[in-house]
């Protein structure tokens, strides 16, 4: 089976972009902006401290081990509807200790 190059041009400009931005939501994070997770009837929308940012950009930056959700989740720390920047390890943990069924590890 071939590939089209223009086919992989344009997955390569797409994830260009999008790791373009999460390195952006990243370092605006780093400079104190939270990562919300809003809750609509048929649909989940994030907003970086009230900017809309695309699912594919939140997902990939949510899985970073420098991010971490804020305890404000119902059912564990993957739950979490906040997220915010942390420096180190430590700080990973202590930002989920309030989630209920957290565990440090």
Same mark, same amino acid.
């Given at each position: 089976?071939m590939?089209?190059?223009?086919?992989l041009?344009?997955?390569?400009?797409?994830?260009?972009?999008?790791?373009?931005?999460?390195?952006?939501?990243?370092a605006?994070?780093?400079?104190?902006?939270?990562?919300?997770?809003?809750?609509q009837?048929?649909?989940?929308l994030?907003v %970086?401290? $009230?900017?809309?940012?695309?699912?594919?950009?939140?997902?990939i930056? +949510?899985?970073? *081990?420098?991010?971490?959700?804020? =305890?404000?989740? %119902?059912? $564990?720390p993957?739950?979490s509807?906040?997220?915010?920047?942390?420096? +180190?390890?430590w *700080?990973r943990?202590?930002?989920? =200790?309030?989630?209920?069924s957290?565990?440090?590890?």
């Amino acid at each position: 089976m071939m590939i089209r190059t223009n086919t992989l041009n344009a997955r390569a400009k797409h994830l260009d972009r999008v790791n373009s931005k999460v390195e952006y939501v990243v370092a605006v994070m780093r400079d104190g902006a939270v990562l919300h997770r809003v809750h609509q009837p048929n649909s989940i929308l994030w907003v %970086l401290s $009230g900017r809309p940012i695309s699912n594919d950009v939140a997902r990939i930056v +949510t899985e970073r *081990s420098d991010i971490v959700g804020v =305890a404000d989740c %119902l059912f $564990g720390p993957e739950f979490s509807q906040t997220f915010r920047y942390a420096e +180190t390890n430590w *700080s990973r943990v202590t930002a989920t =200790a309030g989630c209920p069924s957290s565990s440090p590890t």
